[in-house]
């Protein structure tokens, strides 16, 4: 069974480009989250697809947006990409909690974007 | 978002017992608090979580004060495999919240 699986591995993208980064969720998984993680950081959640519909947002700008496939793999977009958008993005499947809890996510091996 | 508070780093002997503290003081009745673990150059991996009682599962295992103002993480037997960056989470929907985590160092 393939986990959680992202393209491309790396990317280096100038400012003021647009970048696009593809996410594979587990078999069987409803939902994917995305996450930036700075180097030295924690990672910092972007957002939530369920349904093919956004379900939740962190502080992230609208240059930030996403996109769910009727298959459930997903998409995350930037645009007018900054030297600050330089991080590994994570994403992360699950099953939708439709409860008090967060169900597991699991997490793939990320895609490391450098911004020159 | 409930925060967390957890020590920048520690450093275990292999093959002995590692207790990973953290802090939740402002954690809420639905909180729940979950424990993930990135080791190098790989995303981050699911460990143990729960609510109120103390948790077991062939990773690792989770002690909640009765408060629940605090908990820690068990590795019964640390290896070189579980050097990692651990992190506490609270959760009360559909989102983790990460704080900066805790570098563990394994000594052979």
């Known amino acids: 069974d393939a986990g959680v699986t992202q393209s491309p591995t790396h990317l280096i993208k100038t400012r003021g480009q647009q970048v696009t980064l593809r996410c594979s969720p587990k078999s069987g998984h409803d939902t994917v989250s995305w996450y930036q993680q700075a180097l030295g950081q924690g990672p910092q959640f972007i957002f939530q697809?369920?349904?093919?519909?956004?379900?939740q947002r962190g502080n992230f700008p609208d240059r930030f947006s996403g996109h769910q496939f009727p298959n459930y793999s997903s998409e995350l977009n930037v645009n007018a990409l900054l030297l600050g958008d330089s991080a590994l993005y994570l994403c992360?499947?699950?099953?939708?909690?439709?409860?008090?809890?967060?169900?597991?996510?699991?997490f793939g091996p990320g895609t490391r974007l450098t911004v020159l | 978002d409930a925060k967390t508070t957890q020590p920048n780093s520690m450093e275990s002997n292999e093959e002995e017992p590692v207790h990973l503290p953290c802090n939740h003081s402002?954690?809420?009745?639905?909180?729940?608090i979950h424990w993930y673990r990135q080791l190098p150059s790989q995303g981050p991996e699911y460990v143990i979580h729960g609510l109120t009682s103390n948790v077991n599962n062939r990773m690792a295992s989770l002690a909640i004060a009765e408060d629940r103002k605090s908990s820690t993480l068990i590795l019964h037997r640390a290896t070189l495999r579980d050097a990692a960056v651990y992190y506490c989470i609270l959760s009360g929907g559909n989102k983790l919240v990460f704080g900066a985590g805790t570098i563990l160092r394994v000594k052979s």
């Open positions: 402002t954690i809420s009745g639905t909180d729940y």
């Open positions: 697809y369920y349904e093919e519909e956004e379900r």
């Open positions: 992360a499947s699950s099953f939708f909690a439709r409860g008090g809890n967060t169900d597991t996510q699991y």
